[in-house]
């Protein structure tokens, strides 16, 4: 049977256009110019004998048949890939790029990988840890894990654990502290990793949350590594206000306590985030069924 199908670069272009509603961030993305791209969505539409988008002065949108071939479009693609990627004679078929920043990837990731492995020993794993998003459309990952508020538009996004802050420390500095009045007495640690995101936790924060008003919260050591503060917590530096997702294994083996148990409740979080497409992979599907498993087997850090 033969299908009077639009050049398929055309429809690419469609799709990239739709999904970032931008000509000149679709040709970015595509590595086009500007009117290379133009020219495909115009043979495309002078094709399909109607237009595509409604072109506004600041903006575009699509058109209500736009709206009819997008979904139809996305499909396609993706089941072109997953298709290309199941006959793959490739030998980086089963590679798995998981981009991740460094304090997740030292302090939680690392730590469970050898179970992962252990059941998916086909699957070569490289773990890419940077401070710096990925971006899937120039750079070579699968997926990542981010921690924010979950607003990456383009990509598939799965929260992973609810996120909250403490006051952590080594056991010995721990036995010092009996009630939140005592931490003007100890070295304040500080976080801050995630000081630019709306929401993100800080001594202020949970010392109005204990009703202690008499600590100086803006003393103290700081951090731009999450992990680092953490470190230094354990080594008896000083009192972190570290979130509970990291530290969960320094505090199940004993390294770290949290001497009041108050957790400071906080919207961030961190989210397994890639391409639809990549969703649909096995070697992806494997690596988020073995993340929520890991999460969980953590369930609720005990305070103490």
Known sequence: MRYNIPAMNALRVFEAVARHMSFQQAADELHLT????SYQIRTL???LGQPLFVRGNRAISLTPGGRKLLPAVEDALERIVEGISAISASPDNNRLIVSSG???AA???APKLRRF??????????VSANLRNVDFARDDADVGIRFGLGDYPGLEVEPLVDEAALPLCAPELAARLKTPADLASVTL???DSIRHLADAPNWSRWLALAGEAGVDASKGLRFTHADHGLDAAIEGAGVVLGRRSLSEADIRHGRLV???GLELPIRPRFYLVGPPTAFRLRKVIAFRDWLRSEIAACGNVPAR
């Open 34 to 37: 500007p009117s290379a791209l």
């Open 45 to 47: 539409e002078d094709q």
């Open 102 to 104: 460094p304090a997740f």
């Open 107 to 109: 302090k939680w990731l």
């Open 117 to 126: 492995v252990d059941a998916h020993p086909d699957i070569e794993l490289l």
């Open 189 to 191: 640690l500080h976080d």
């Open 258 to 260: 949290a001497p009041f």
